[in-house]
């Protein structure tokens, strides 16, 4: 059952399932590989492989199947959106329909202002795993004629963030990318990585410090979840900070650390 056909074989009957065919496929072939065991039945595989798919990225999808009304709703929305601020009451609405970027709607003022009083000029910027975030923009004090870009494993979210991006006439791009076996290669100034490595790590525990090595801007946003999406706590705040406080690397990079409300932020600037 391990050879390669077999692979793409339970791979694609996964990828054919209503909540899984917009996940990028080498994450699910990826998945296959990793997950399945010696000896046990296709079934068995498949199931495990969907939990895990739910564990790490299904569970952040509220009404899921309604990203494609989402689009349309971005698509029919008001001409007149010209200015990022007149954008942000539609970018609202839509940031809830994930759940990981949906908890930081209140307080998103506070959080880019923050972020941002820390940095220089930014001009270009790279959100990977971004879910909904590349939403957030207008909260972002960017330079002008900035330029975005963004990757998370599902096609119908990077086709959602290239219709809102050409609705307000954003120098922006968005794909899926599976960011354990790729990375972006474009040069940027500032890289998000906002409540991720955990959610890497839960298929590959040496993820985070994998993705962490391959930054290659004068600055990133490292960011981890306080809260669990049931909304307990467990701990989380001194076990990631504990974790990324190992995984990074001191030779390289400065940290300035911020606590917000639900989410530990690390601001890291290149050495
Ligand atoms: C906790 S959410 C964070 C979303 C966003 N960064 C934010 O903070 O609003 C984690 C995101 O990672 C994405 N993801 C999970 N595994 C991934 C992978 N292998 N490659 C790219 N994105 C992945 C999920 O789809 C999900 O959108």
């Given at each position: 059952?391990?050879n390669d056909s077999s692979v793409l074989q339970i791979a694609a009957e996964i990828s054919a399932g209503k909540n899984f065919r917009e996940i990028d496929p080498g994450l699910i072939r990826h998945l296959v590989?990793?997950?399945?065991?010696?000896?046990?039945?296709?079934?068995?595989?498949?199931?495990?492989?969907?939990?895990?798919?739910?564990?790490?990225?299904?569970?952040?999808?509220?009404?899921?199947?309604?990203?494609?009304?989402?689009?349309?709703?971005?698509?029919?929305?008001?001409?007149?959106?010209?200015?990022?601020?007149?954008?942000?009451?539609?970018?609202?609405?839509?940031?809830?329909?994930?759940?990981?970027?949906?908890?930081?709607?209140?307080?998103?003022?506070?959080?880019?202002?923050?972020?941002?009083?820390?940095?220089?000029?930014?001009?270009?910027?790279?959100?990977?795993?971004?879910?909904?975030?590349?939403?957030?923009?207008?909260?972002?004090?960017?330079?002008?004629?900035?330029?975005?870009?963004?990757?998370?494993?599902?096609?119908?979210?990077?086709l959602l963030l290239n219709v809102f991006f050409e609705k307000l006439n954003i120098r922006g791009k968005a794909d899926s990318m599976n960011l354990l076996e790729e990375f972006p290669q474009s040069e940027c100034?500032?890289?998000?990585?906002?409540?991720?490595?955990?959610?890497?790590?839960?298929?590959?525990?040496?993820?985070?410090?994998?993705?962490?090595?391959?930054?290659?801007?004068?600055?990133?946003?490292?960011?981890?979840?306080?809260?669990?999406?049931?909304?307990?706590?467990?701990?989380?705040?001194?076990?990631?900070?504990?974790?990324?406080?190992?995984?990074?690397?001191?030779?390289?990079?400065?940290?300035?650390?911020?606590?917000?409300?639900?989410?530990?932020?690390?601001?890291?600037?290149?050495?």
């Open positions: 059952m391990e590989k990793t997950e399945m065991q010696p000896n046990e039945s296709e079934k068995e595989t498949i199931k495990r492989v969907r939990s895990k798919l739910h564990q790490i990225s299904n569970a952040y999808r509220e009404g899921a199947s309604n990203y494609q009304d989402l689009i349309t709703a971005i698509r029919q929305s008001d001409n007149s959106l010209t200015s990022l601020e007149a954008a942000k009451p539609l970018a609202i609405e839509l940031m809830k329909s994930h759940a990981s970027t949906r908890e930081r709607i209140a307080i998103l003022d506070v959080f880019y202002s923050q972020i941002f009083a820390a940095l220089p000029h930014i001009q270009s910027v790279l959100d990977l795993a971004c879910g909904l975030n590349p939403l957030a923009i207008p909260w972002m004090k960017l330079a002008d004629h900035f330029t975005y870009e963004a990757y998370d494993i599902y096609r119908d979210i990077a100034d500032l890289t998000f990585l906002l409540k991720t490595i955990p959610c890497l790590e839960q298929v590959d525990k040496n993820a985070g410090t994998h993705i962490l090595n391959q930054i290659r801007s004068p600055y990133a946003v490292v960011s981890f979840p306080i809260f669990s999406l049931s909304g307990r706590q467990k701990g989380m705040k001194v076990n990631y900070e504990k974790h990324f406080l190992e995984i990074y690397d001191p030779q390289r990079w400065e940290l300035e650390r911020m606590l917000f409300p639900n989410e530990l932020v690390f601001l890291m600037r290149r050495k």
